[in-house]
Structures are given as structure tokens and as C-alpha cells.
């Protein structure tokens, strides 16, 4: 390019034009001149006029004809790939403008192999047309993932869906190719459906129990990659199918053993003598959605590639496999879901484009943010208790909920909003303690059997009483996952639920289980509601047609998901009368909107006020900033089966270059802690003070900030020159993104780059599973029980996302789960986490805060980290001088 002069540059863009370039896609692709014009829906002189105009202004051939034939000569070939891209790019452009003159949005086109088309394509292309103005979309079958993606190049589709089928855990590394970004949607496991005559361990079967069986093979099948994992070769028996239905019908007639996707067993009920098993070891079907990284940023889109993220395809009931996948659902229930609308206004509801962040680039800026940021302001205080009624109260809340039932929308703020209508049978208190709630009293028998008595005097808002059968049907709904995938997870380990007398209750478990009894709070999985209301609404409940009936101490009298829920006092509740009249949760998720709204004084309360612009919100006049500790966990975490990470010295070398102290200080504003666990203090609270919680939490193995070693390791590694990867942060939480940039410049000064990119939560939730692209990611998760357990069990059991297989650590966690002594429980679990520190899986960052703005005049009592998840308007007043 040192030859090139500038003008001459200039000279040869201003030839070149999007249609003439994709009139050589065409060419390329259709193989003559003719071909292409029907394509394209031309005539074949307008094509040619096209074309030799362009090679006029060029100088050059671009087109080599025969009578029958073209092709591309080496400079047309060039013009032809760069093309998808320049085209994806002014598609971008125009459909920005598009928007802002209210014209059509265009359409998203997915190119992708039959066999993903019945569980992913057909309902996330109704979703775009059903939740986007304007945009149509269109599908186009490949022979096979090379042929979806090569739809990508050439700029045939804008998505391509492919699938791949492997070992599950096995050690990996990611293929990444120039120009496309390649998005991790989820993994399914792979099953056998059989007629032979085998009797499976656990309900899993080893493929070489059958491999002397005919089989059913072929690109709708997962058997190639099975059989290539236990070496058999094809059988003359076997059969060749193209589609996983065909393959499963075959199955059923006993023509062989099929090996398909859960999903592909999907609302079959298979015949008697045929059945389905989960392999040993696991494989595991990934799917990908591939884009040119300039279409990605297109509206319509990226709203496209959020809904494939968000989308689940409908599972096989197997049991093998339903308890990790109930596990990954239930512990996802914790994560902050609410995601934020674009700054900027749109008249369709899509994301701003995603950021991708290098890390050179990012050095000078988070350096900069982390030394600008100011120390914490004093907490403020205020009045006494005036005793005075409260007619209204407006609540801000950083984002929209489509549900206000929390077993089918369970985001830590879906709990907030339910526990104003929703009581379990037991309470949280200020301390995590349990409280009566709609039992009034209960008891443990027995190492496994708990018994509620239900209080007589508890009423539903719709004026039916609360019955024992009410509350056998709530809990049944909420282990039964079509209904309650939010919450069935943590009823797992439930073997019963039976009414035992007019007003008992008695739940017998599978195996004892030290965190039930705080389950069965509206912290946990209990949000009792009437049986006879689901019934009439087929189990539609808490929606704007069929509004939440709870027992609580308030009522919904409308819920608009958009816009704002709002709650009426009730004279029926068993408890204290509260002091407030009515609620109104307003979904604000912009939050320089919620600021402004804040500053004329139309906010009473306001959740989760982001540290970024915490001191602004301590500024106003009309409002305090109350800060406390909200049992978050903020950690990196390497997933071990991916390369370079499967290296303890490439995890020790980025767990050196964390600098918990300056994010706390600097980016947090001191309102977090550097965490030494991943259990917080609090959760040590039931039998350690604060003092003793964080003496004892220290003392696991700690890998302290020294960039020094952190290139010793490196050094040390299968990679001692460095290496790329890609961290991914949730648009819901900025502070991890700026912590990531921050790490990204220490991990640039050893060697390695570390691309930063923030995504949508969908997409950021989708790869934390342990079948993703990424070998290192950020955890951040929200207990609302504090159960010292329950972020261990997540990081470091069955199925976690590090694909951590330390048998020792699982035992640890597995005898601390049946331990009822809270210390020795305490004790089991530091030393899984002690294990886990030593192999460097997973790095903690930070506890963190959350701020809630509350108006000056508006106080609550016991202001804790438990305050907001069982009926916390009941503490607020008004305050006095």
C-alpha cells in the first residue's frame, strides 16, 4: 500500500458500487451470466451493461465469458468477497434511516440445515415478525453447516444456525474466522433411541452397548460423531436417513438405534419396549449462530440474534439429563435479567449496537475511570416514624418484566415485585432468619419431612380463604418445569406434597437437604396462589389479562409489561396493616430517564441506582442513597475444557493480573468488597459474626495482584508468547464491563489480549454455558436466601459452568447439602472452595451493593440485605422531624 497514492485510492472507490458488486456475488455464485440476472430478477443485457461498465471505470476484466459459462477472474473474485461485508454495512445505514422515517425495517434471512427448522428457526422467525414492525423474514435451506455459513459470505442470508455434535468436556479450541462472529446460543444432549434389550446404569447407556446393533445414520443424526468416539465402523445393517424425525420413527419401528438431539424428542411418546437414554459419557449438541460481523449490527438483526439467544427448544424428559438442566434453569433464576432499551429513542424496540472493545484500545479509558471516581458519599439517615398513613408511592424500577408470576420470569427483581402480593408459607426477616408467613407454625419431624399448619385467618385478594389444597397445587405447579422452569430446580429433592390434615401441610424430601426450609419463602420457591384461579386461566397467571392473586399485604389492579404495574392495600391481609395505600412500580430502564424522574421528585423508591451514577443520585435534594450488602457474587471463572484455559498456569497468569482492591475502591466507589470466596460473609452469618465470616473466608487460597507473576505463569504455560481470547459483559451491568477493560490492560502488559465485548443479557446468559465458545467469563450472581451453599453448588457441582470435574470437590458439596450442623455444613463447603482455589477455576472479584434511593421523607425499617423479598412495602413510613 506505500506505492499507492492517495488519489489513486480515491479514484477506485468512487468506481465501485454495491449493485454492481453484488451482481458478481451472482456471477460467482449462479456460475453464468444468465443464471445470474434470473437471480437477481434482471435481464441479461441490463446484467452485462452492469458489468462491462464497471470494468471500464476499473481498467480491469472482472468476468471471464464462454457461451455457456462465467467466472470470476482473480480481481472479480476480490470484488466479490469483500462484497457481503460493504453490503451488510449500507444495509446497516439504511436501515437506521429506514427507522427514523418510519419506512420498512427489511428483512433477516437464516440459512440453516433442516434439521434445525421445527425447534429453532420456525418460532424465533415468528417472533421477529410477530414483536418487530416492519421486518419480514425469510428461511433457506443448506445441505449442512458449511453451506449456511457460506450463505453468510456470499451474502445470500444474514444468519446462519449450525449445529455440531462432541464429547461433552471434551478439552477444545475455538476456530474463529476473519470478518464473521460466531454466537453461541445452547447445548442439548444427545440421546439414544433404541429397541434393543439393554438395561442402563442411571439411565445412561455407553453406545458400545449397542454397537453391534444396526444404527441409524446420516447428517440427520448425531451417530457419525458417536460412533467416531467409540471407534465402530459403518455396519452393513446400519440405514442412512437426512432427518432426525425420519430417524426417530425408524427408531420406534425398530429398524435400529437412533442417536438425536432432546429437542427432536420433543411431544413423542415412545411405543412400549422402545426407550430413550442419555449417553455415558455425555454428548453434547451445540448450536451457533454465525453473522458478518458488519451485519450483526443491524437492528433487525441483532433483535434477531437476542431472540436465538433468549430461545430454548423444548426438551426430552429424561431423566439422566433433567437434573442438570433444572439446576442451570433454577441458579439462572438469580441472575439480573433486566435488560436496558437503548439510550437512544427508536420507534422499534431494538438494541444499540453491540461494542467490541480491544484491549489496547480500552487501556487509556478504564484507567481513566478508575482514577476519576470520587469516595463514597456518608450514608444518609432519616426521621422517626410519624405514624402517618402514605397515600402513594412510585417505585422506579430499571427495567420491565412480561410476567409477574416468578416461576415462569424469575430475575432477582421479578422476586422484589412478587413479595408485595405473594406470601410463601414461611418469611425472611431483617437477619435471613425465617419468620411464620402463611404457615403459622411448622416443624421438622424428621431428617426429611417438614409440616406446615396453615394459618386460619389467611385470605386470598379475590376473598376465598387459603386451604392446605391451595397450597399443595402452588407447590406442585412449582416443581412441575413447563409450568415453573424459574423454580422447579429448587424442588428437585421433593418426593411429596401432601395435605395431611384440614390446614397441614407435609413435604417429605428424597434426601436431607440443610437449605430447604428457607426454600419454602418467597426467596425461594414458594409463591402460594389460588388453585382455583390457575385452573380457570389454564395457568396463565400473572398476566395483563389474568392479574396475580396472592395473599399478601397489597393486590395487583393492573399490570401493563411495557409500561407499569401497580398494587391497592388490602383489609383482608393477616397481618399489621401497612402504612402505604397503593404502589405503582414504574419500568424505567433508561436510567438518565429514571435520573430526571428522580430530580422533579416523581420517585419514591428506586432500585439497584447504578454506581455510575451514584453521586448524582446523592445529590438530589429530594432523595437519599441507602447502600447495603446484596449477597452478589462478582467472579471470573475458566472453563477448563477450552484451550488455552485448560492450562492451571494460563488461569494462575489472569488471576494474578486481577486487581480486586482497585475495583472496589475506585470503580465501585468503595460500596463492594474485594471477595476472598465466592460464599459472601452474610452467608456465614447463622453461625459466624462479620469478623469471624471474613477471617474464615480468607483463609482459602488467595492469588494476589502481581503482574510479576502473572508472567511468570505465563511463561510457565503451554503458551508462554501469549494469546487472544474474547470476554463477553452483560449490557445490564456495566461496572463488569469497565472491571473487564481494566483487567484486559494488566493482561496486554503480559502478553495476552483479552477482546472485551458487551452483548445483550441473552446472549451474555447463553455463554456462561459450559458448551460455549469462551474459555473465560464473569459470573455475577444474586443469592436471595444467602445460603452459604448455593453459589458453590452452582460454580463447582454437576454440570458447572466451568466444566470443573473434581469428584472430591462434588462429594464435599453433596455432604454439606445433607449436613444439618450449620458449622460443620460451613466447614465442608470452604474446603470444596479450597480445592477450586487451587486448581485457579474461579477467581473472585468482588461482593457487591446495591443502592436504593429512597425520598427524604420515606423511611424502612431494618433496611437489609434481605429487605425486598417478603413484604417489604409493610416496612416502610413516613418519617417525622
Not at 481498467?59 to 457481503?84: D, K, M
Not at 397467571?541 to 388490602?570: A, M
Not at 471477595?675 to 447463622?686: D, F, K
Request: proline fraction near 6%.
Amino acid at each position: 500500500m506505500a506505492n499507492v497514492d492517495d488519489t489513486e485510492i480515491d479514484a477506485l472507490t468512487r468506481s465501485l458500487d454495491v449493485h454492481s458488486m453484488r451482481i458478481l456475488v451472482a456471477i460467482d455464485h449462479e456460475g453464468s451470466i444468465s443464471a445470474a440476472a434470473r437471480a437477481l430478477g434482471f435481464s441479461q443485457p441490463t446484467i452485462t451493461q452492469h458489468v462491462q461498465r464497471l470494468e471500464a471505470r476499473l481498467g480491469a476484466t472482472l468476468v471471464n465469458r464462454t457461451s455457456r459459462s462465467a467466472r470470476l477472474t482473480p480481481i472479480g473474485a476480490l470484488l466479490a468477497r469483500h462484497a457481503p461485508r460493504i453490503d451488510a454495512t449500507l444495509t446497516a445505514a439504511a436501515t437506521d434511516l429506514a427507522q427514523m422515517l418510519g419506512r420498512r425495517a427489511g428483512t433477516v434471512r437464516f440459512a440453516a440445515p433442516i434439521g434445525t427448522v421445527a425447534h429453532v428457526v420456525a418460532p424465533v422467525m415468528a417472533r421477529v415478525v410477530a414483536e418487530i414492525d416492519g421486518v419480514e423474514t425469510a428461511y433457506l435451506e443448506t445441505l449442512d453447516a458449511a453451506d449456511a455459513i457460506e450463505h453468510v459470505f456470499s451474502g445470500r442470508a444474514e444468519i446462519a444456525l449450525t449445529t455440531s455434535d462432541a464429547p461433552s468436556g471434551g478439552r477444545r479450541s475455538i476456530p474463529r474466522r476473519d470478518g464473521v462472529r460466531s454466537q453461541f446460543l445452547f447445548a442439548e444432549e444427545i440421546v439414544a433411541v433404541t429397541s434393543a434389550n439393554i438395561e442402563p446404569e442411571a439411565g445412561r447407556i455407553d453406545p458400545r452397548d449397542v454397537a453391534d446393533q444396526p444404527w441409524l445414520v446420516g447428517i440427520g443424526t448425531a451417530s457419525d460423531a458417536v460412533a467416531a468416539s467409540v471407534e465402530r465402523a459403518v455396519h452393513e445393517r446400519d440405514t442412512a436417513v437426512s432427518r432426525p424425525d425420519a430417524a426417530l420413527e425408524l427408531a420406534i419401528h425398530g429398524v435400529g438405534t437412533a442417536f438425536i438431539a432432546e429437542s427432536d424428542l420433543a411431544g413423542c411418546t415412545l411405543p412400549p419396549g422402545v426407550r430413550a437414554f442419555g449417553l455415558t459419557p455425555a454428548f453434547t449438541r451445540r448450536t451457533t449462530a454465525t453473522t458478518l460481523i458488519e451485519a450483526s449490527s443491524i437492528p433487525a438483526v441483532a433483535t434477531a440474534l437476542r431472540f436465538l439467544a433468549a430461545h430454548r427448544p423444548t426438551p426430552a424428559e429424561i431423566e439422566a439429563i433433567v437434573e442438570v438442566r433444572r439446576r442451570s434453569a433454577g441458579h439462572r433464576s438469580r441472575f439480573p435479567i433486566a435488560a436496558p432499551i437503548s439510550e437512544e429513542s427508536s420507534a422499534m424496540p431494538l438494541p444499540s449496537p453491540t461494542r467490541l472493545v480491544q484491549a489496547g484500545a480500552v487501556a487509556a479509558a478504564s484507567a481513566m475511570l478508575l482514577a476519576a471516581c470520587s469516595s463514597p458519599a456518608p450514608q444518609a439517615s432519616v426521621g422517626p416514624d410519624s405514624g402517618s398513613e402514605i397515600d402513594h408511592i412510585t417505585v422506579a424500577m430499571p427495567g420491565s418484566l412480561s410476567s409477574l408470576y416468578v416461576g415462569q420470569e424469575s430475575g432477582i427483581l421479578n422476586y422484589y415485585i412478587a413479595a408485595i402480593a405473594q406470601e410463601g408459607l414461611v418469611s425472611i426477616d431483617a437477619q435471613g432468619a425465617l419468620q411464620p408467613g402463611l404457615a403459622s407454625s411448622w416443624e421438622q419431624t424428621d431428617d426429611v419431612t417438614y409440616v406446615y399448619e396453615i394459618r386460619d385467618d389467611a385470605v386470598f385478594h379475590d376473598g376465598t380463604p387459603v386451604t392446605a389444597d391451595d397450597v399443595v397445587y402452588s407447590l406442585e405447579m412449582a416443581r412441575d418445569e413447563t409450568a415453573s422452569p424459574g423454580l422447579v430446580y429448587y424442588l428437585t429433592n421433593v418426593d411429596t406434597i401432601e395435605k395431611t390434615g384440614d390446614s397441614e401441610v407435609t413435604i417429605t424430601l428424597t434426601e436431607p437437604d440443610a437449605a430447604f426450609a428457607a426454600n419454602m419463602s418467597t426467596g425461594g420457591a414458594a409463591f402460594i396462589t389460588s388453585q382455583e384461579n390457575w385452573e380457570a386461566n389454564d395457568g396463565r397467571i400473572g398476566t395483563p389479562d389474568t392479574l396475580l392473586v396472592g395473599s399478601g399485604p397489597y393486590k395487583v389492579t393492573e399490570f401493563s409489561p411495557d409500561s407499569h404495574v401497580t398494587f391497592e392495600r388490602v383489609d383482608t391481609w393477616w397481618g399489621e396493616t401497612p402504612k402505604v395505600e397503593e404502589i405503582t412500580v414504574e419500568f424505567v430502564p433508561d436510567e438518565s430517564t429514571r435520573l430526571l424522574a428522580a430530580q422533579s421528585g416523581e420517585v419514591d423508591v428506586a432500585f439497584n441506582v447504578p454506581l455510575a451514577q451514584s453521586a448524582q443520585w446523592e445529590g438530589l435534594d429530594t432523595m437519599r442513597v441507602d447502600y447495603v450488602n446484596d449477597l452478589s457474587y462478582v467472579g471470573l471463572y475458566f472453563n477448563t475444557s477450552i484451550a488455552p484455559f485448560d492450562d492451571p498456569k494460563v488461569r494462575e497468569a489472569f488471576a494474578h493480573a486481577v486487581d480486586r482492591d482497585a475495583y472496589v475502591e475506585r470503580l465501585l466507589r468503595g460500596h463492594g468488597e474485594a471477595a476472598t470466596a465466592i460464599m459472601t460473609p452474610e452467608s456465614l452469618g447463622s453461625v459466624y459474626d462479620a469478623d469471624e465470616a471474613r477471617e474464615m473466608l480468607a483463609s482459602i487460597p488467595q492469588w494476589e495482584y502481581d503482574l510479576d507473576a502473572a508472567q511468570a505463569a505465563l511463561d510457565a504455560s503451554s503458551v508462554p508468547d501469549g494469546f487472544e481470547a474474547e470476554l463477553l459483559t452483560p449490557n445490564t451491568g456495566p461496572q463488569l464491563g469497565t472491571a473487564a477493560q481494566a483487567l484486559a490492560q494488566n493482561l496486554a502488559e503480559i502478553g495476552i489480549t483479552l477482546n472485551v465485548r458487551e452483548v445483550p443479557i441473552e446472549e451474555w446468559l447463553a455463554s456462561l454455558d459450559a458448551s460455549s465458545d469462551y474459555g473465560v467469563n464473569l459470573m455475577w450472581y444474586f443469592s436471595t436466601l444467602g445460603d452459604p451453599a448455593e453459589v458453590p453448588s452452582y460454580l463447582l457441582g454437576a454440570g458447572n459452568p466451568a466444566a470443573y470435574d473434581n469428584p472430591e470437590a462434588m462429594d464435599l458439596l453433596s455432604r454439606a447439602g445433607a449436613e444439618s450442623d450449620p458449622s460443620a455444613r460451613i466447614d465442608l463447603i470452604v474446603e470444596a472452595e479450597t480445592l477450586q482455589a487451587q486448581d485457579v477455576v474461579n477467581v473472585p472479584l468482588w461482593w457487591g451493593q446495591s443502592a436504593t434511593a429512597f425520598a427524604n421523607d420515606l423511611g424502612m425499617n431494618d433496611y437489609s440485605s434481605f429487605a425486598f423479598i417478603s413484604s417489604w412495602p409493610t416496612q416502610l413510613y413516613r418519617a417525622g422531624q
